[in-house]
């Protein structure tokens, strides 16, 4: 299974952008980027995937680099809610299992 | 629409014991997958069903067992229990799309206990 690397953790302010790196230097070509976050008491949340281009949606935007050995989640203005495990996931096409790692742990402040 | 739930959500069990632990997929799905999550870990994938089968399986004893019933919901069994069992337990389910990458939501867990 190919791994990632996160920080072990990253401060924001509140109402600041955050940029979480996430590196995967073994990635395959049919291996998906996927981030998914968990809150403090619940189950993890999907929060963006993407395989070349770089993706927006509602809740963050996902960069990735050309040679697809790394990749950015952006979150454009924090809230104290986006406190969580941020984890950066490689998932083979759509149907592979997702091997979370130890994930960035994300603290906000006011 | 009530997404993934599991019941229960607390389990208190002793050492040899067994125990099953249920989830009902978010409605349009037809594939759970299960994971452990030990405190201060990322969740660890046990196995994945589809159509009642086992499709894929991590790296755990056959002590851990599952079932998918037709309704698409789903058994994680786990026999002889151990103290490093106890643990936070998290079903996943997903819609198995060739066309597309879908997403998996997870429920709110069983935090299982072995005492």
């Known amino acids: 299974d190919a791994k990632t690397t996160q920080p072990n953790s990253m401060e924001s302010n509140e109402e600041e952008p955050v940029h979480l790196p996430c590196n995967h230097s073994t990635i395959s070509g049919t291996d998906y980027i996927h981030w998914y976050r968990q809150l403090p008491s619940q189950g993890p949340e999907y929060v963006i995937h993407g395989l070349t281009s770089n993706v927006n949606n509602r809740m963050a935007s996902l960069a990735i680099a050309e040679d697809r050995k790394s990749s950015t989640l952006i979150l454009h203005r924090a809230t104290l809610r986006d406190a969580a495990v941020y984890y950066c996931i490689l998932r083979w096409g759509n149907t592979g299992k997702l091997i979370f790692g130890q994930g960035t742990t994300l603290q906000v402040k006011p | 629409d009530a997404g993934v739930t599991q019941s229960p959500t607390h389990l208190i069990k002793t050492r040899g014991q067994q125990v099953t632990l249920r989830c009902s997929p978010k409605?349009?799905?037809?594939?759970v997958s299960w994971y452990q999550q030990a405190l201060g870990q990322g969740p660890q994938f046990i196995f994945q069903y589809y159509e009642e089968e086992e499709r894929q399986r991590g790296n755990f004893p056959d002590r851990f067992s599952g079932h998918q019933f037709p309704n698409y919901s789903s058994e994680l069994n786990v026999n002889a229990l151990l103290l490093g069992d106890s643990a936070l337990y998290l079903c996943?389910?997903?819609?198995?799309?060739?066309?597309?990458?879908?997403?998996?939501?997870f429920g709110q867990g069983t935090r299982l206990t072995v005492v």
């Open positions: 409605s349009g799905h037809d594939t």
């Open positions: 996943a389910s997903s819609y198995n799309s060739v066309f597309t990458v879908t997403e998996a939501f």
